[in-house]
């Protein structure tokens, strides 16, 4: 066979193969058309039983009825939800890989380690915010404190002699008492634990004077009147303790709280994305939803902060936020 013949060979084969697969291969546009057709797995990187866990399965339960397809939860923990977030991050971007990430997988993780398993601004396609949950200040019943300024005074004053607790070394509840502690203008010890379970009891055998804590791991406790809440740590008063006044009402600029939202690998058709943050918006508007949410003191995205594209820029924002915090915090894990 001469150069010529094989050359035109080649290139009806070319020709042909091409039109095969534009023919057998469906668009993006046709998969986005056909999703789902099978069921889709929700990434909760933290253990069973966690916050993000209660969460997203009752996100899960509802979404799977809007959707007409099962989402199977599955937990898979490591690295501060670095594990779990990095396999959605490195998935095909077809919608079956979702994430339900939160304020240190989404935020702080990009600051707080040296190397982070993925870029939460450029390696993952926002769907919506699903909700968040205060942090407060609790402290064991002992302390000769019933407010937030009676707090700050004995900080000052006392200090160096106290301790306060947290969930881990780098968790939220770390850095949100070591920014309230220097917003104080004091210094206390770091005591960290595996979980805000092992930590509050703690506190409630008075072995830790202070915890920044999620409200629906402390409000129980709270409520047994067996550790002292003291204040709201976010800029707006929390529906679930409306009567308790928060830190910025005390002069102090903390404003933190956990939120969740789903998210997705980068490049997902955007058709794919809107029918995930549909089925979100829409099972937020639930009656049922509303209501597990309210007895986790979780509150609900507000409508206005439920696009993809808001949610865009409020991760970028929370990155940059959260690096100042980490960094004057002086916390850097490997």
């Known amino acids: 066979m001469n150069f010529r013949l094989s050359s035109r060979l080649s290139s009806c084969l070319a020709a042909a193969c091409a039109a095969f697969l534009a023919v057998a291969l469906p668009t993006g546009s046709a998969l986005a058309q056909a999703w789902p057709s099978r069921h889709i797995s929700m990434i909760v990187p933290f253990a069973a039983g966690s916050s993000s866990d209660a969460v997203g399965r009752i996100m899960a339960q509802r979404m799977s009825e809007l959707l007409g397809q099962q989402i199977v939860v599955e937990n898979v923990g490591g690295a501060g939800g670095m594990v779990g977030s990095a396999r959605v991050a490195r998935s095909e971007p077809n919608g079956y890989t979702i994430l339900l990430g939160s304020t240190d997988t989404l935020a702080q993780n990009q600051s707080l380690y040296k190397n982070p398993q993925y870029n939460p601004i450029t390696d993952f396609a926002p769907v919506a915010l699903v909700g968040d949950m205060a942090l407060i200040l609790v402290a064991r019943n002992t302390l000769p404190v019933n407010n937030l300024k009676e707090f700050a005074a004995y900080v000052k004053e006392n200090g160096k002699k106290m ?130 949410f309210q007895k986790l003191s979780v509150s609900g995205a507000a409508k206005e902060k439920r696009s993809a594209e808001w949610l865009g820029k409020f991760i970028e924002q929370e990155v940059a936020d959260w690096s100042v915090v980490i960094k004057a915090s002086g916390v850097v894990l490997n």
Request: hydrophobic share 40%.
């Open 163 to 292: 301790q306060f607790g947290s969930s881990s070394l780098g968790s939220s509840s770390h850095l949100t008492c070591s920014q309230l502690t220097q917003a104080i203008g004091g210094e206390a010890a770091h005591v960290p634990y595996r979980g805000s379970g092992p930590a509050l009891q703690d506190m409630i055998a008075g072995q830790i004077d202070y915890f920044c804590s999620l409200a629906p791991a402390a409000m129980p406790i709270v409520d047994n009147k067996q550790i002292k809440l003291l204040a709201v740590l976010t800029k707006s008063r929390s529906p679930f303790a409306p009567e308790v006044p928060t830190a910025f009402e005390e002069g102090f600029k903390i404003d933190s709280y956990a939120w969740f939202a789903l998210a997705a690998a980068k490049d997902t058709p955007a058709e794919i994305v809107a029918k995930l943050n549909k089925a979100t918006t829409d099972a937020l508007e639930t009656a049922w939803v509303q209501d597990r």
